[in-house]
């Protein structure tokens, strides 16, 4: 998670248009392949607000609290955004001129972290998932796939640990 990261995904822009021409299982997979590799960026409510340095850039003040907003859509579902360039990102600041909002880069793991967790109280998060620009392709990616995404990495770390100790060692498992 990097503040005020510029991004950009080309490959996964391909994948969308791809999967949204022809909704195919390679096409699919493709979006699946890219979107565990790209990095979005995500509006914050940074408090207490950032402030310009000495560069010009902003800066966050050590112990500042991070919130993401979110999106509510039909009949009350929640949802972070993912944007993927820039211009998709400026699309939502046009609808919401009255939200200057700095950003951060965050990649599917941060924001599976995020929708996967449980408060104190043992709350799951109120986010039904990520919608990747919103404005432009609006392509929901659900809790439920972003826990299958997380099992899949996990399984693929542990198959690489035990082939790197030569199958002589039972890894530990999440």
């Known amino acids: 998670m990097e503040f005020n990261k510029s991004v950009s995904n080309p490959m996964l822009m391909g994948a969308i248009e ?25 509006p914050a409510i940074v408090d207490p607000a950032p402030t310009e340095g000495e ?31 820039m211009a998709e990102y400026e699309k939502w600041q046009e609808k919401n001129p009255e939200q200057k909002l700095p950003y951060f880069a965050l990649k599917i793991e941060d924001y599976a972290g995020i929708v996967l967790r449980r408060d104190a109280k043992g709350n799951i998060c109120p986010a039904l998932g990520i919608v990747v620009n919103p404005f432009g392709a609006n392509i929901v990616v659900p809790r439920e796939m972003l826990a299958g995404m997380m ?22 498992k999440a």
């Open 55 to 85: 560069d010009g850039e902003l800066v966050i003040a050590p112990g500042s609290k991070v919130q993401f907003p979110m999106l509510t859509g039909a009949e009350g579902m929640r949802f972070f955004m993912a944007f993927t360039d």
């Open 18 to 42: 791809l999967m949204k021409a022809e909704d195919t299982p390679e096409h699919r997979n493709m979006f699946i392949g890219e979107l565990g590799k790209a990095s979005f960026l995500s």
């Open 151 to 172: 099992s899949a990495k996990v399984a693929q770390a542990n198959q690489a640990a035990r082939q790197a100790a030569g199958n002589k060692v039972t890894p530990f």
